[in-house]
């Protein structure tokens, strides 16, 4: 769902009641930000702190969506340091 932003700009949020999870919700949300260059090889994801935040959801649930993510090889995970958007190199799993 697209909600009205600051400045007139649009962003999406979670869909509560909805039979897709919270975390598959915010999955599909990062990966439309990678898949279309918003989020580009090698930038760091927001903290989970700072996505849960801005999502309005759980740090557990953050967790989960970007698991997701690494397991289809769209981020990578730098202890200490943070997710990052994989290389397009890298290659995806199904």
């Known amino acids: 769902m697209w909600r009205q932003g600051k ?3 649009h962003r999406v949020v979670i869909i509560r009641d909805t039979p897709v999870p919270p975390y598959r919700q915010l999955a599909a ?3 439309g930000q990678i898949e279309s260059g918003e989020l580009a090889p090698g ?3 927001p903290s989970v702190i700072t996505l849960a935040a801005d999502y ?3 740090v557990p649930t953050v967790r989960k969506a970007i698991s997701v993510l690494k397991a289809e ?3 990578t995970g730098v202890a200490g340091y943070g997710t990052f958007v994989a290389n397009s190199e890298t290659p995806r799993q199904p």
Do not use: S
Request: hydrophobic content about 55%.
């Open 73 to 75: 090889g769209l981020v």
């Open 56 to 58: 309005q959801i759980a």
């Open 7 to 9: 400045a007139g700009y």
């Open 43 to 45: 930038q760091k994801l």
């Open 29 to 31: 949300i990062i990966r």
